[in-house]
């Protein structure tokens, strides 16, 4: 078994879940298309939310995506979290127009605001296992730091 880098628990990969995750692995950030009625989901599921249909294509994101609501994690003493206190929960939406649920990372907590242009970013947790997060999208004017990374 892979060992974890992060402490935190892995995501558990099933059937519904594996074609997510495959392309997680390969630092690509792909969402589920229902061929029936073009209907673009995630998380990823068996079937279609609006029709039910299993006919199913993973699309290739962009990868952009800009913040929808976040809230900033001061408190958590479960081992693998406390230490990257503190740390920023978010919706962002993603150019595609779905929804995930993430972190920003790369960001101080008190930079992050509703409508921060993101770009994800994998972070390799083990061999097999890559967490899609966002971080802010470099815009005009760099905005210095960016150097080093924990
Ligand atoms: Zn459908």
Redesign the pocket.
Known sequence: MAERRSGKPLPRVDEESKGYWEACRRHELRIQK??????LRHQPRAV??????SDVEWLLCSGRGEVYTFTVTYQNQTPGFRESLPYVLAYVTLEEGVQMLTNVVDCPPDQVRIGLPVEVAFEDVTDEIAIPRFRPRGGSGGGGGGGGGA
């Open positions: 229902c061929l029936s009625c073009g209907t279609c939310t609006n029709c039910l249909s």
